[in-house]
């Protein structure tokens, strides 16, 4: 299934949002938009909901409502049909208030979005295929955990129903400005290393940023990852190795216990490249990135990224390393792997 990116959009924070959501029209992007946020609601809450979800389906973005029984009275309508009817949105989450019942009619007509968390099983199976969405924790040290996260996923991915989970963005949304991840190792990090963990982890279908806004780089590599499956490196290379900025790399399929070895540099090795002289013959840490030298003879000119610290080897030069907030890749990516090293602004 291919993987779908989403942001969260409310009325109170759509004008701030809406030059973010400019850029991304025509990128197949979700949209999730709670209604009914009681602090939210004032006497002109209703025309700016309905202006917002015209805009964001005149741009042709995927809106997913949240929904309860107090949004039919904000809204004045009797019915979830009645709503339907005016906002034509393209999924609900139906939160409270709703019977069993009701639920599993609906889902006959349109994608109903449950609670991963929560739903029993049973409802799971009695619709028609649902999309679970994990909930995401404003507050520090309510996330969920690695291990409650995986025994609740591994349920519904047996079902083969999509999941949507949260990611931290920049632009903290309130009241308490703490990020709003679903998972709770993901509150203060990198948004697209929070997104490509979701991703390859835990094998989620759709993810969500939360914030109010994702900071341009993050949003930049999620979107290539998303087109051409090529996992985004940021690195500090030295001078002379400046060419491999930007150059599409592949891990080698047979990568050892210690270190990606990069495909494209073997061939230069058995080419026999110009002399590659000692130097910063150092400690190998996590995310260093070396090459053989000429003590290593006919491996002279192989590139390595080290996922697992070694000590430094006359035969070996350290010629850059990954950036400390996006070490954490190194868990994600797997031999064969298309990779492209970037220098971060």
């Not at 109170?12 to 939210?40: N, P």
């Not at 099983?121 to 028609?128: F, K, R, Y």
Request: aromatic share 10%.
């Amino acid at each position: 299934m291919k993987i779908k990116l989403g942001f969260s959009v409310y009325v109170s924070s759509f004008e701030r949002q809406k030059d973010l959501l400019e850029k991304l029209r025509g990128e197949d992007i979700l949209i999730f938009s709670s209604f009914h946020i009681q602090e939210e609601f004032n006497d002109s809450y209703n025309d700016k909901a309905l202006r917002m979800v015209k805009w964001l389906k005149e741009q042709n973005f995927k809106v997913i409502a949240d929904v309860s029984v107090k949004t039919l009275e904000q809204f004045n309508f009797e019915t979830l049909d009645e709503f339907l009817e005016v906002y034509k949105v393209d999924g609900l989450r139906l939160d409270y208030g709703f019977s069993r019942d009701e639920i599993i009619e609906l889902s006959k007509t349109m994608p109903i979005v449950v609670n991963a968390s929560t739903e029993t099983i049973e409802t799971l199976e009695a619709l028609n295929e649902p999309i679970a969405c994990h909930n995401f924790y404003p507050r520090p040290e309510t996330g969920l955990s690695e291990c409650r996260f995986k025994e609740m996923n591994e349920v519904i991915q047996s079902l083969d129903i999509p999941i949507m989970s949260f990611i931290p963005g920049s632009d903290y949304r309130g009241p308490i400005f703490e990020g709003l991840p679903t998972l709770e190792k993901h509150r203060k990090m990198n948004s697209y290393v929070a997104f490509m963990d979701l991703k390859i982890n835990y094998g989620i279908d759709r993810i969500l940023v939360g914030d109010l806004d994702i900071d341009s780089e993050s949003l930049k590599w999620i979107l290539h990852y998303m087109k051409t499956d090529e996992i985004t490196l940021p690195v500090v290379l030295d001078q002379d190795y400046r060419e491999l900025y930007n150059t599409p790399l592949t891990i080698r399929i047979d990568s050892g216990a210690y270190a990606y070895r990069i495909m494209e540099s073997r061939e230069y090795s058995c080419q026999g490249v110009e002399s590659v002289q000692p130097h910063n013959c150092i400690e190998r840490t996590l995310g260093s990135i070396t090459i053989d030298n000429d003590l290593y003879k006919r491996y002279r000119g192989e590139i390595q990224i080290i996922h697992s610290p070694l000590d430094k080897d006359e035969k070996v030069n350290v010629i850059g390393h990954v950036k400390d907030e996006y070490l954490e890749l190194l868990k994600m990516i797997k031999c064969g792997d298309r990779i492209k090293l970037r220098r971060e602004r």
